[in-house]
């Protein structure tokens, strides 16, 4: 195991009806920014219990925020905060209302020229940022929890993470019954996205952790026996709940101590969205299974373990296509040719970009352009 420090600074209030828990948590006789996305929240009762835990305090609104959020629409928000002088954000949606509010607290605090250089720097100089609490309604990217965030550039057809530990939310609120208004393709999004976190901090080789490995084994079948159960029935608290909890566990940092990672699937999956549109996790379920049968001989090992503790099955290639089936099970396409992109044209334009920025990924730094190009051509 690897050296490693813990630190998860966030709060979890967790369960039905715990919305109004909120009020006690928020500094009073401070101007407060609520931020969402396209709506949802007004229709399912969402942003009516969270006014009315805010009732008396100064709200400044600003929604429109859409999924994988724009720095362009994002700078506006940063405007708002500057000139109303607020000093909590409160984040009520899923993902990209999360990530959108960390960057808008790191952004009004950013004293650099180019607020993009954030992305740029991943993260690097962000010090400071206005403190930020959540309301969650989509179990899936865990940014409820995390310092992380990805934000997307229009102009440039870019799409880039950060981090920084001050971006950490003070609290976040889950009540499962606020996910029940979720489409079916959300939930299923949620499902995969949430599984190949656990598999970005599981799949590399063996190092002696064996607690993380039966700690994120254990959220993979949780996955595996409520996924399914969840989706066919949206309103069963007990599935609902153990899934949103997964999806937290997932990708808290908990699950990552003392162990090499591999997020090459979602670096590669990120340029998708960026070039072409499909959602996140439409990305991860086609290029998931390509990264590992490009890297199955340095993934063997550990593909047995998942294999056989997981599945049941004894070899990698067999845990691989119990994945790719379980992602179909899902209603998840796994194959480029179900978004109508040629893999030829997406590994040339991926595999470019890697080159030219230059980048290198994986647990052992060899996912660079080239590879990538080569995952994208198994994925046609
Ligand atoms: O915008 P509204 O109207 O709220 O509708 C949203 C949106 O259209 C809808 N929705 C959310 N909660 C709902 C609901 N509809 C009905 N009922 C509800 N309760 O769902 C749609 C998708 O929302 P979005 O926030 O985009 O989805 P998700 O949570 O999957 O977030 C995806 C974004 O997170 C990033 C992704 O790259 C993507 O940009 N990620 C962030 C990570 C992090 N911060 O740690 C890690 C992840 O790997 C991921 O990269
Ligand atoms: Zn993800």
């Known amino acids: ?53 805010l009732e008396g305090r100064e709200v400044v609104e600003f929604g429109g925020i859409e999924p994988n959020p724009k720095v362009e629409v994002c700078l506006k928000a940063v405007e708002l905060a500057r000139s109303r002088q607020v000093r909590f954000l409160l984040a009520v949606g899923g993902g990209s209302v999360i990530d959108a509010t960390k ?22 100089d962000v010090k400071t940022a206005i403190p930020l609490g959540t309301v969650l309604t989509l179990p899936a990217t865990g940014s409820e929890s995390n310092g992380n965030a990805v934000i997307s550039r229009r102009a440039t057809s870019e799409k880039l993470p950060f981090h920084a530990d001050c971006l950490f939310p003070v609290f976040s609120v889950l009540d499962p019954e606020t996910t029940y208004t979720l489409p079916a393709e959300q939930v299923r999004n949620g499902i995969v996205d949430a599984f190949i976190h656990v598999m970005e901090q599981y799949m590399t080789y063996p190092c002696d952790a064996p607690l993380q490995d039966r700690l994120a084994e254990s959220i993979l079948a949780t996955l595996i026996e409520v996924g399914p159960r969840t989706l066919a029935e949206p309103q069963d608290y007990a599935s609902r709940a153990s899934f949103m909890w997964s999806a937290t566990l997932a990708l808290n940092t908990l699950i990552g101590c003392g162990v090499p990672q591999d997020w090459s699937t979602h670096m590669i999956g990120h340029e998708l969205t960026a070039l072409y549109g499909p959602a996140h996790a439409e990305t991860l379920a086609v290029v998931l299974p390509g990264v590992w049968a490009h890297q199955l001989a340095k993934k063997e090992a550990k593909l047995r373990q998942y294999g056989q503790r997981v599945w049941g099955v004894a070899t990698a290639e067999a845990a691989i296509g119990k994945t790719e089936e379980f992602f179909q099970s899902l209603g998840m396409p796994t194959r480029l040719s179900a978004y109508e992109i040629d893999a030829d044209q997406a590994a040339e334009a991926v595999g470019r970009r890697f080159t030219e920025r230059p980048v290198k990924f994986g647990e052992h730094g060899d996912i660079d352009g080239d590879a990538a190009a080569a995952i994208l051509r198994l994925r046609a």
Not at 1 to 28: C, S, Y
């Open 1 to 53: 195991m690897l050296n490693f420090v813990f630190k998860n600074p966030t709060e979890i209030i967790f369960g039905k009806g715990t919305i109004a828990q909120i009020d006690a948590r928020i500094p009073r006789d401070v101007p407060i920014l609520l931020t969402y996305g396209g709506g949802s929240i007004k229709g399912n009762g969402v942003y009516q219990q969270v006014t009315s835990a």
């Open 103 to 124: 960057f808008i607290a790191a952004a009004a605090c950013y004293e650099g020229p180019d607020p993009w250089d954030i992305l740029r720097t991943g993260g690097r």
